[in-house]
């Protein structure tokens, strides 16, 4: 989060720009190396492959991260055109009155009455200069950037938003502007603007990889959403709610939720999902009984803690969703191939669940050659406060086509 254009947004799902560079640089092929990231986030693969000095792909489904990945993609347009279109804003932001009607009860509660009517202004303001330029898109997320720092809400590590915990010195909005302009624009003008390879990013789901030609993509490095019962439909609500795109919880699925993959019991309502359908897909074949076995402790457990968390739904639905992502791969990829997930395992209730293992039986089934799993680090060994205490671990696994 240190390294130039990495920094302009701070995501919760990423992995070091550095060593995504490393693994392009020392990946040999007898053709040019044409990378691809189907959860592509905040585009950290493909801004690293530009660095690399190679043409990249990515898809993302997160429709509003996706704005972020593409404006972090316009690193390389014109500074200068960027600079006139934030004095713009801020020039047409102080002719206004701002009004904080509309405004959802979480933004409300999140930014003083003084901060949130100077914030209106500088929204509004972005919507009057509004057009298709890299320059505006920029100045979008630079607004964006400053939101968490003006408010007086605290931020948990993984960037759920509270409220009742709130921040001792949020910052103003004029030095939380400034500091997002000077940062992205002093990036712009040390990275760029030199010629650099393309990087072409879709709006678009990991299950299709639709938008991404069969048989073009020789190296995949991407870190998937993990079965951990993270909601990264929520990572952004509060973005999402003070640029009026949605106006409370209820909004996110038919937003968010409902293109991504299912990695998080918000993800798997009972109503909507029926666990038998799920397991009888045929892309579970290879990992069929074993899966069974655990969704159903899984349901056990449940009907003992309340029934709110559906966690043997979610589990069967994750794994029938990343069959359908090996299956894609292997549609858009060569051979020869390489792919890298960076990936956890995961216990919910404290049931194991043998990622790793079943990743290697989905990816070998989808008609990939041979697999491996490189440890980067233990997970769930602090066990203070913890729920369950079973080890958990975290790395690489390496793919080959």
């Known amino acids: 989060m240190t390294l130039p254009v990495h920094r302009w947004f701070r995501y919760s799902a990423g992995f070091s720009a550095r060593w995504v560079e490393n693994v392009i640089q020392g990946f040999s092929s007898d053709v040019p190396v044409r990378v691809f990231d189907p959860f592509a986030g905040s585009a950290t693969t493909l801004l690293a492959a530009q660095r690399a000095g190679v043409e990249s792909w990515g898809t993302e489904a997160h429709p509003f991260v996706y704005r972020i990945a593409r404006a972090k993609l316009a690193w390389n347009s014109d500074a200068t055109a960027y600079k006139d279109k934030i004095q713009a804003i801020q020039r047409t932001a102080l002719t206004l009155t701002p009004s904080l009607e509309g405004y959802p009860d979480l933004i409300l509660n999140c930014f003083g009455g003084a901060t949130l009517e100077g914030l209106d202004r500088l929204r509004r303001a972005l919507e009057i200069e509004h057009d298709e330029s890299p320059a505006f898109e920029l100045a979008w997320l630079t607004l964006l950037t400053t939101l968490r720092k003006v408010s007086t809400a605290g ?5 759920y938003i509270l409220p009742n915990k709130p921040k001792r010195s949020p910052q103003s909005i004029e030095r939380a502007m400034f500091d997002a302009f000077t940062m992205i624009y002093q990036d712009m003008r040390i990275a760029g603007p030199a010629f650099s390879p393309p990087a072409h990013l879709f709006k678009s789901d990991a299950r299709t990889c639709e938008g991404i030609a069969t048989g073009s993509i020789n190296l995949v490095i991407t870190s998937p959403p993990y079965p951990n019962n993270y909601d990264y439909a929520d990572a952004t609500r509060l973005e999402m709610s003070f640029m009026r795109e949605i106006s409370g919880w209820g909004d996110l699925h038919d937003k968010v939720r409902k293109y991504l993959m299912r990695s998080c019991s918000q993800h798997t309502p009972e109503k909507n999902h029926d666990l038998r359908e799920i397991l009888s897909a045929p892309e ?12 159903a402790q899984l349901s056990e457990i449940r009907a003992t803690k309340g029934g709110k968390k559906t966690y043997h739904l979610m589990i069967a639905a994750y794994f029938r969703d990343i069959a359908l992502v090996w299956l894609a791969l292997r549609r858009v990829c060569t051979t020869p191939c390489r792919v890298c997930f960076v990936i956890g395992d995961s216990a919910p209730y404290g049931v194991y669940v043998p990622v790793i293992e079943w990743m290697e039986r989905l990816a070998l ?18 066990w203070k406060n913890r729920k369950h205490r079973v080890p958990l671990q975290e790395g690489r696994f390496w793919v080959r086509g």
């Open 155 to 159: 931020t948990a590590q993984w960037q």
């Open 284 to 295: 579970l074949d290879s990992i069929r009984d074993e899966i069974q076995k655990v969704c």
């Open 365 to 382: 089934a989808a008609g990939f050659s041979d697999c491996s799993f490189e440890k980067t680090r233990d997970r769930n060994i602090k």
